[in-house]
């Protein structure tokens, strides 16, 4: 057995010794280096660039701009083309590149760069929501051009002349009847911050241009949708454009569609070299964040705990360009109302562009920010009615069988086993043991990305092993073991015995994308298919070896075993062929088209809950978090382990954005874009006490029923903290991260409210 | 990206110096560079001569003297001095600190002396060296001054060091019988915020020294001496509001600056908060070695 063991990772032994190649480790022969000149300013017009001096460096091949890169497209991006390589006569974000400098050395580059020369016109800034969508606001983008490679993303809805490039909506029941109907309307509005996603490893792309086309090794989630795009861009067909991803050191979002490599690919064309362009940390903070939102929302209750209304109006502060900011903003805002029973709901989500870093996807895809503010405010009814926070979820949260959104998949899962288990470990119903404590729980739901394809391929050895050819990119998620172990169980091999080919679009099958917490659900369903089409092979060629009929035969230990005798692999695959030759399995996963609100049908509801117990030191406002729960409802752990890694990992991420992380601007200045002055969670920040439990009921359309996981773990780590903190020191934050400050601050104008006659404290 | 530079390794303080004045603006010292590489590596600062004092023979290391004063070399490590039992036993709240600096990687490899010369406001063993009234010794060739820690810090990332001139050694004298050292730090980013070094000595239930520094929070880290002379002579028993005093003034007197670390009023809250809980400790940390 191989599925369900907490198999030790099949990448374990090379990134433990340092033998694992990353894209830092990739030489090219002949390759030369570039390094950017990258924007001071937020948004200007670009008056001269004057490349003479940095030209004339030491080692430098080429000075370019814009109007210097070979490509019949300037523009790339996955929902509207609207982002140069680079800046095309404005400037909208402060980092924007602006000027390529290659040079035979990176150092030379980079010394070069000093050497640039740029006038330009400063141009006023939109740098907040405010800013932006106020009356007259300058508009960024005058005309968008649909990028047309989603079909999802087909539909964008930009109000003219403004800086809205997606509207999307939503409405079922009449809401104002439901607010009418109810005895209690809460109103609040939530803020979540940008948020970078810091992976060890910042974007990397090496290019190389030949008579067989592009080269390109990417530290990218997206190498088939990147190829698709670069085919456009350089005119070539998919075959001609090779994307080699080696494993990443962490992407999260933040390596997902294209990114450096139509500039890298335009610039070696430019040099005639291969060119290799590896961004800084700082530099990735200035290419990639997470969007910032803003959510009013309101929700009409009965005093009997029922949910009748919802009002949902959601700003998201997308960057000086969509990327694929647009999907974000719908899918997320397809759950803003999270898993409950809602009759009347109305939902506006508009997606703002500003002049700022680009915000892209980022683990969770919008929904973090979304459950930050409807489990908040459940907690805030819960109090208003005097109900527990507990009991008034159990009582609205939709039950296995109900529909979420008319169309889609029914609930899929059973929220109070999770709630409930969730409740229990963390104690729910026994009192704290000491004054300034409080615990918190949270409930959330989020849709996965629908429909996708993928598809794989098995290739049986001649002495029976067999290599797995899969698009699936191993960003430290674990995807190589959990699909090898898929493969292992099949064809029962032990697991050394199959491999994972490297990641290549010209030799692994089709497949979507690395996200989205699809992999080892979806993709694994390919996996097993093409190792269930080996397997097939196997027995009909057994069937004719052993002289059996098929139903009699079994796969055990690497043999084909029928009560006659028995056959090794090797022995079968050689009988079949002759001398050499292998078996091929092929399997596909296609996602149905459906016909919900979004198109496409949701395969499975990626679910999260939590629990969370702190303490609040009222004098300083640190909050200290005890204990943490978190439950996933995955259906099968085909690798225990590593799913547990996943939520470990997904909740301490969660923690950070929670408690500490924000970019912070002045006007359209980053602040800080580095790890001095932006606060990642660190070891110390663990919660005391940290468990994560597995709800496996076998209830998913994955590999042996398992659902997707990877996402969950950090959706209500924000809100179930909150809550806790609201219920220790009886003050509500509605603003992340809770900074001790902000905790401070809030429970000392709560103080001053309490007791107005008494002085400030200390 | 780190710009190429020459590698110096004198062998006495004396050499060292004259590389110095030979290179003038283009040489610097280099103990565990975790400030000064760092510095170099965002091209902020270049310098063509890095000269090496951890290979200057006895700039490293700690010992006692015969009256109990602590000296450090100026190149010795923080994880030295965090693990050192000279250290834990006699001035435990140094080691405390220093356990508590950055992360194990920089204490490893960054010292005291460029903790100190660095003179980065968000700091700690500036505030709390202070309250056991350090000195500091600094050397150049054909010369040596002795001038109080205090003395040292000039404003943020600036010494009153002369140009050829190291510092060498750190002299923390001990305290009085009944005595005891707290420090306190408070902060969130990776350095820290707020900074409280109390030091009290008690005779007949009176607090006959109070020292109180702080750091991290204005320019330099300062000794606070209007706060300490609410506290001075006051029984112990009825310190409470004479301690929430001294906050206030400890706190006027920080220069607090709103920067990322956070508000100035913030951090003047917290300067009354960490000196009230960090007198409350060595009051406790006083009782508690009498009863031992
Ligand atoms: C991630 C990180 C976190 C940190 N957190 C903290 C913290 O929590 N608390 C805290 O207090 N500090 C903190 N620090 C600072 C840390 O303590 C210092 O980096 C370290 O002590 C500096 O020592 P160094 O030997 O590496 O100095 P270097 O980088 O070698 O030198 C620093 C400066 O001092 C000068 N210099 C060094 N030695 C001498 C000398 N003997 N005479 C004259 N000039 C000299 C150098 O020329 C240079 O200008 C942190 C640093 C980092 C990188």
Not at chain 2, 130 to 146: C, I, N, S, Y
Request: contains cysteine; glycine residues 8%.
């Amino acid at each position: 057995m191989s599925v369900g063991r907490a198999a030790t990772r099949v990448d374990t032994p090379a990134k433990a010794t340092g033998r694992a190649r990353f894209i830092s480790d990739v030489v090219v022969p002949g390759m030369v280096h570039a390094k950017l000149w990258r924007s001071p300013v937020p948004h200007a017009r670009i008056l001269r660039v004057d490349p003479a001096r940095a030209a004339r460096a030491e080692g430098v091949l080429a000075v370019l701009t814009a109007a210097d890169l070979p490509v019949k497209d300037l523009y790339y991006g996955p929902a509207f083309k609207d982002q140069p390589m680079l800046a095309d006569g404005v400037i909208r974000y402060a980092g924007e590149p602006v000027v390529a400098v290659v040079a035979e050395t990176a150092a030379q580059a980079e010394a070069a760069l000093a050497l640039v020369a740029v006038e330009w016109e400063e141009l006023p800034t939109v740098a907040t929501l405010d800013a932006a969508l106020a009356p007259g606001a300058p508009v960024l983008h005058a005309r968008l051009v649909p990028a047309a490679h989603f079909r999802d993303l087909t539909a964008l809805r930009p109000i003219p002349s403004t800086n809205v490039c997606h509207h999307w909506s939503y409405a079922r029941g009449d809401v104002d009847r439901g607010f009418a109907e109810a005895d209690l309307v809460v109103e609040q509005t939530f803020t979540f911050p940008m948020v970078h996603h810091y992976s060890l490893e910042p974007h990397c792309a090496i290019a190389r241009v030949d008579g067989h086309g592009i080269t390109v090794w990417a530290s990218t989630q997206h190498p088939f949708p990147v190829r698709k795009e670069l085919a456009e861009i350089f005119g070539l067909p998919l075959a001609r454009v090779q994307v080699i991803v080696p494993y990443l050191g962490g992407a999260y979002g933040n390596k997902s569609y294209t990114k450096i490599e139509p500039l890298t690919i335009a610039l070696a064309l430019r040099v005639k070299r291969p060119v290799r362009l590896a961004l800084t940390v700082e530099e990735a903070f200035k290419t990639v964040r997470r969007a910032a939102v803003r959510y009013r929302l309101k929700t009409g209750v009965r005093r009997d705990g029922t949910l009748v209304a919802r009002d949902c109006e959601i700003h998201y502060q997308l960057g000086a360009y969509a990327d694929v900011g647009p999907r974000v903003v719908q899918k997320s805002a397809y759950t803003a109302a999270g898993p409950y029973r809602i009759p009347h709901l109305r939902i506006n989500a508009y997606g703002v562009y500003t002049n700022t870093v680009v915000s892209v996807a980022f683990r969770g895809y919008g929904v973090p920010q979304l459950a930050w503010a409807y489990e908040s405010q459940m907690d805030v009814i819960a109090e208003r009615l005097g109900w527990d926070p507990l009991a008034l979820r159990l009582l609205n949260v939709l039950k296995r069988g109900e529909p979420l959104m008319e169309g889609d998949l029914p609930i899929d899962c059973d929220f109070a086993e999770g709630l409930g288990k969730a409740a229990a470990q963390i104690g729910w119903n026994e009192p704290t043991a000491a004054p300034r404590r409080g615990k918190g729980i949270a409930c959330t739901i989020k849709a996965p990305l629908a429909p996708s394809v993928s598809s794989a391929m098995v290739r049986m050895h001649a002495d029976g092993s067999a290599t797995l050819l899969t698009g699936t990119v191993e960003c430290g998620q674990g995807a190589r073991t959990a699909l090898s172990q898929i493969v292992a169980e099949e064809l029962a091999l032990p697991l050394d015995r199959v491999r994972v080919a490297r990641s290549e679009v010209g030799m692994s099958p089709y497949d979507q994308a690395t996200s989205a917490s699809r992999s080892t659900t979806l993709m694994g369903l390919a996996v097993l298919r093409a190792a269930r089409d080996v397997r097939d092979q196997l027995l009909t060629i057994g069937a004719r070896l052993l002289e059996s009929e098929r139903p009699a035969l079994t796969l055990r230990d690497e043999r084909i075993v029928s009560p006659r005798g028995e056959r090794t692999y090797g022995e079968a695959v050689a009988a079949h062929f002759g001398t050499g030759g292998e078996l091929i399995g092929r399997g596909t996963y296609r996602g149905e088209r459906g016909h919900a609100p979004l198109g496409g049908e949701a395969p499975f509801w990626e679910v999260g809950m939590a629990a969370a117990e702190v303490e609040v030191d009222g004098d300083t406002g640190r909050v200290r978090i005890l204990r943490y729960v978190s439950v996933a409802d995955i259906g099968r752990a085909i690798n225990p382990r590593e799913c547990e890694a996943q939520e470990e990992g997904a909740a301490m991420m969660g923690i950070g954005h929670t408690l500490f992380e924000q970019m912070i601007y002045d006007g359209g200045q980053l602040l800080n874009p580095s790890l001095i002055d932006y606060r990642v969670p660190v070891m110390s920040d663990l919660p005391e006490e940290y468990r994560s439990i597995l709800v496996e009921n076998g209830d998913g359309p994955g590999p042996y029923g398992a659902k997707g996981i990877g996402e969950s773990g950090l959706i209500p780590t924000a809100p179930a903290v909150a809550n806790a903190i609201a219920r220790a020191i009886g003050v509500r934050i509605t603003d992340l991260p809770m900074t001790p400050e902000r905790v401070w601050r809030a429970s000392d104008r709560a103080r001053r409210r309490a007791a107005p006659a008494e002085g400030p404290s200390t | 990206m780190l710009r190429p530079f020459e590698l110096c390794e004198p062998a006495s303080v004396a050499e060292a110096s004259e590389l110095l004045l030979r290179h003038g603006e283009a040489a610097r010292i280099y103990a565990g560079g975790t400030e000064l590489i760092l510095a170099m590596k965002e091209g902020l600062i270049h310098y063509d001569y890095l000269v090496n004092v951890k290979t200057v023979p006895g700039l490293a290391g700690v010992r006692l003297d015969a009256d109990g004063s602590l000296r450090i070399g100026a190149a010795t490590p923080h994880r030295v001095l965090e693990r050192d039992p000279s250290v834990s036993e006699r001035f435990p709240a140094i080691a405390r600190m220093e356990a508590d600096v950055a992360n194990v990687r920089v204490r490893e490899v960054g010292t005291l002396g460029g903790n100190l010369c660095f003179a980065e406001p968000h700091a700690d063993p500036g505030a709390l060296l202070q309250v056991f009234d350090a000195t500091v010794r600094l050397e150049r060739k054909g010369g040596a001054r002795t001038i109080p820690l205090e003395r040292l810090f000039v404003g943020p990332f600036e010494t009153c060091l002369e140009g050829d001139e190291l510092l060498t050694e750190i002299v923390v004298p001990p305290l009085a019988p009944r005595s005891a050292a707290v420090y306190l730090k408070f902060g969130f980013l990776e350095r820290p915020s707020v900074g409280v070094g109390v030091a009290v000595t008690l005779a007949d239930g009176h607090v006959a020294d109070a020292r109180i520094a702080v750091g991290s929070v204005g320019p330099v880290p300062r000794r606070m001496r209007d706060a300490e002379a609410r506290l001075q002579d006051r029984p112990v028993a009825d310190s409470e509001a004479a301690l929430a005093e001294a906050g206030r003034i400890a706190a006027r007197a920080s220069d607090a600056i709103t920067d990322l670390h956070g508000s100035a009023e913030y951090k003047e809250h917290l300067v009354g908060v960490l000196l009230r809980r960090a007198f409350q400790a060595a009051l406790a940390a006083v009782a508690g070695s009498e009863r031992r």
